[in-house]
Structure formats: C-alpha cells, structure tokens
C-alpha cells in the first residue's frame, strides 16, 4: 500500500501532524506499537484506577479567543472547538529553595510581586528579562546555542533567583543536563508562567481522544499495535517506506518520525545511525514518578498547589543521579488543584524525581519490585522533612504515606517498555533539530527533538512539520 506521508508514533505530535495533513486530502497512516495513543502523555487504567502519563498541567493557557497564542493557533489549525478541551486553571503553583517560595498564578502580577517581596532589589532586572522573552517569537529558534545559565546570570544577580527561574523550566523540558538552552528557556518560561497552567477535565484522554476522533474524521487512518521495524531507504539514501514488525511493507516518500532523532536513525540501519549521530546527541534524563490515591484532599495535608516545584539545594542538580534517585529537587503535582466544572473521583498527588535509566534497568525483578515501593516512600520522606523544616507559608506539609489507599509508580523501565526510548529517556536529544531536520531525504522530525515540548508545544510541532511538508513534498 503507498501513502503520502507515514507517521511513526500516535502521541500528541504525530496526531497532529497527521490531522494537518489528512486535512489536504493527504494519504496518511499513523502507525504506534502500542494498544493506546499519547507516547510520553498518554493514560492507563490499573485496578479500577485511571491515572494520567507525562502530564502534570498543560502549559501555554490562554482564554478562549486570545489571537496568535501557540494553544489558540494550533486549536485553530486543527479545527477542533476550544471549549471541548474542558481546560481548568490551577489555583496558584509554587518554587520552593531553602529559605524561599515563589508563588504564582495565570496572572503574572502575582509573580512580579513575590520577586519584588523576595529579591526587592532585583525587580527592575527582572521586568527587563520578562520584556525581552516577551519580545520572543515562539516559533522561531535562533540556530546557535547559548546557555540559560549563563544568559540568566548577565542578567539577574541574585543565584537563588536564577536557580528559581530555571528549576520549572527544566524540569518541563530540559534534555540538557544542568541547564537549558536560552531559546527554550524563555519558550519554556513564556508557555508556564506569562501564559500558564491549566488541566483539561477528564485528564489528557480528553484531548487525545479529541485529537483521534478528529484525524479519523478527516481520513487519516490509525494503525495501532503496529510497530516499525525499519524504515526502508532506497539506492540514493532516500526513504521509500517502513517494514512493520509483523513485516508488513507499506511504501512511501515521506515519513515523519516523533520516536525521536536517535531512534528514528537507528530504524533506518547502524551505518546511518553511526554516521549521523554524536554523542551529544545522546540523552540521559529520566524519571521515577509515583501516583498516590489519598483517602482526603491534599489540601487538607497542607498541599494546596496544583504543583510545587521544589529544590532542598540552593543550587539544584539536574542530571542523572549515581544511585537509583535523587529526593533532593523535582515536582509534586495535584489535579484536584485545577478548577473543573465536575469534581475529580479520585485526590490524588504525582512526585516525580531525577532517576538513573542504567541502574534501574541493572536490577533483578525482585530488586526492582522492592525498589519501586522503597524510592516512592523514600522521595515522599524527603520532600516531608525538606518542607517541614522551611518557614513556609500555611504551615508545613504532611506526610500522605499513612493516608494511601493506592500507589502506582512508574520508573526509567516503564518509560523504556511503553516509548521504546533507550534508558527511560523522556525529553530526548540535547540538541534539537530546529528545523524538523534528521539528515535523511524523506525523513523529518516532529515532537521533543523538533524542540518543542509539553502538549501544546507538540501539537504545534506536528502542525509546524506537516505545513512544511505540504508546502514541499521533499521533507529532510
């Protein structure tokens, strides 16, 4: 069977790349080895529990009818209806360092005035930092590298505000270790804090599902369960199609992959792989993320952010640990904190922490069982002591282990088992391919090494992909 365009990967991404194209009356197959759409932000129901994968919040909220903003732009070029994504501001979010809490909302007032509170003599830096990523196109990447550490630095004086600026940027989207590039940086910092954070009701099956229902509408045709094995290049280096893994052949001039740029050029053969890839290429951040299901509401344990994110070090390490975690800095989310028309079945809290992929895929089936329990239970005690011992406001926050009625964790293996993604890697490459590039004629990329990342940034970057795509039909 030949098509115009097939799409490796069912997530956010590639979803939207095929609507766009569909769209154009392209002959267009998604094909994704699992049995359920969304990749990295995806859904699953486990002992009568449903609980979502990836997403904490979706960044870059803007009310309905805000103009040329990234979530009303995408809506728009798919053709969905805003108010069916049922999207819920949280109530307030929070930076917590020793010593120090940030506080924010959807307004950024708010955050102007706790800089002013915290750092009073750094708020006529800080106005001139947020007037400069204000002026950011937010589709447009600059092609060289500059670091936001550094960048930060010639900008702000005080570290602990810098180490408070970068920590949430980060942890929504760094593939860099310790740091992050510029460009994204105030991508990153625009979509959480100048637009914000918001929950689609029902959780990240709500836009899924929308995004599936509407790439069917339109023609696309979904092939789930249907791994690819290779993608097939002809005499000139050319793709001319992908071998499925039940050896399925389906032929083609063009794929867009959102496996990532290491997979996707190991799926075209190892001598393409080795002479196209550098070890800067290679990624290394993982996570262990635990999903607790509470008998009351985390606010009355003191959680009352929709999420916190959290250093115990004034200067945060973000790179993977030596051992199994690292407590000392990540994110504690709860989506009861967002505000929904229907309230939530289910109090919930998430705690994600850095986590080393090799050492996890190191252990014995009885080690990794005990060891699921133990890094859960031990990053909940961290964060418990950290917040205890910080004069915070509303008092500090509780321990929810002894009100627990259901735990599920999620380490680097399960990230690897239900991505592929070698290691558990979940932001990908360090270095970007802005421009979709993958260096194969006929193969482009599209979601986290395109550069854009969370839900918003990754159905822009399948639209953003598919248009360059109908308006040339070589795509490389």
């Known amino acids: 069977m030949i098509y115009d365009t097939i799409i490796i990967g069912a997530g956010m991404s590639g979803l939207a790349a095929g609507i766009r194209l569909a769209q ?4 267009v197959a998604i094909v994704e080895k699992h049995y359920v759409w969304g990749g990295l932000n995806s859904f699953y129901g486990k002992d009568g529990y449903r609980f979502d994968v990836g997403l904490h919040a979706l960044t870059n909220f803007v009310p309905k009818g805000t103009r040329g903003m990234p979530l009303t732009r995408t ?3 798919l053709r969905l209806r805003y108010d069916d994504f049922a999207l819920g501001e949280h109530g307030h979010s929070e930076i917590l360092f020793p010593g120090a809490r940030l506080e924010f909302t959807n307004n950024f007032e708010l955050l102007t005035e706790e800089v002013a509170r915290v750092f009073p003599g750094e708020l006529d830096r800080f106005r001139a930092l947020v007037r400069e990523i204000e002026e950011t196109v937010w589709d447009t990447r600059a092609p060289e590298f500059f670091s ?3 960048e930060l630095a010639k900008r702000l004086r005080e570290p602990l505000l810098i180490e408070m600026l970068l920590l949430p940027t980060c942890y929504y989207g760094s593939a860099m270790e310790d740091d992050v590039e510029w460009d994204q940086f105030k991508v990153l910092f625009s979509s959480i804090f100048l637009e914000g954070l918001a929950r689609p ?13 509407r790439f069917r509408k339109v023609g696309g045709e979904l092939r789930m369960k249907n791994g690819v094995e290779r993608i097939q290049l002809d005499s000139d280096s050319r ?3 992908v071998v499925l893994e039940d050896g ?4 083609t001039r ?6 990532g740029l290491v997979e996707s050029l190991e799926l075209c053969g190892a001598p393409t792989a080795k002479q196209e890839l550098e070890p800067a290429d290679r990624g290394r951040l993982t996570f262990l993320e635990s999903i607790s299901v509470l008998d009351c509401t985390p606010a009355s344990l003191g959680y009352t952010a929709a999420t916190s994110f959290f250093s115990s070090q004034s200067r945060f390490d973000y790179r993977p640990p030596a051992e199994l975690c690292d407590y000392r800095s990540g994110l504690l989310s709860s989506p009861n904190n967002f505000a929904a028309k229907k309230p939530m079945t289910d109090q919930l809290l998430r705690m994600t922490v850095l986590a080393n992929g090799p050492a996890w895929e190191s252990l014995s089936p009885e080690e990794y069982a005990a060891e699921k329990k133990l890094q859960a239970a031990s990053a909940e005690a961290a964060l418990v002591e950290f917040t205890d011992s910080e004069a915070l406001p509303g008092g500090p926050r509780q321990s929810w282990d002894s009100h627990t009625v259901y735990r599920d964790v999620f380490t680097p293996n399960t990230i690897r088992r239900f991505t592929g993604h070698p290691g558990g890697i979940v932001y990908g490459s360090p270095r970007k391919r802005k421009q979709g590039e993958s ?7 599209c979601g986290t090494d395109h550069g854009y990342l969370g839900i918003v940034g990754a159905m822009a970057s399948g639209c953003i992909i598919a248009n360059e795509q109908l308006l040339s039909p070589v795509t490389s």
């Open 239 to 241: 793709v001319c199609g």
């Open 254 to 259: 063009a794929v867009i992959s959102s496996a």
């Open 248 to 251: 399925t052949e389906l032929e």
């Open 201 to 213: 009701e029902g959780g990240v099956r709500t836009i899924l599902n929308l995004l599936v229902k």
């Open 75 to 77: 809506i728009k070029q």
């Open 24 to 27: 154009q009356d392209r002959k």
């Open 148 to 150: 936001a550490r550094e």
């Open 439 to 445: 260096g194969i004629d006929g193969l482009a990329l």
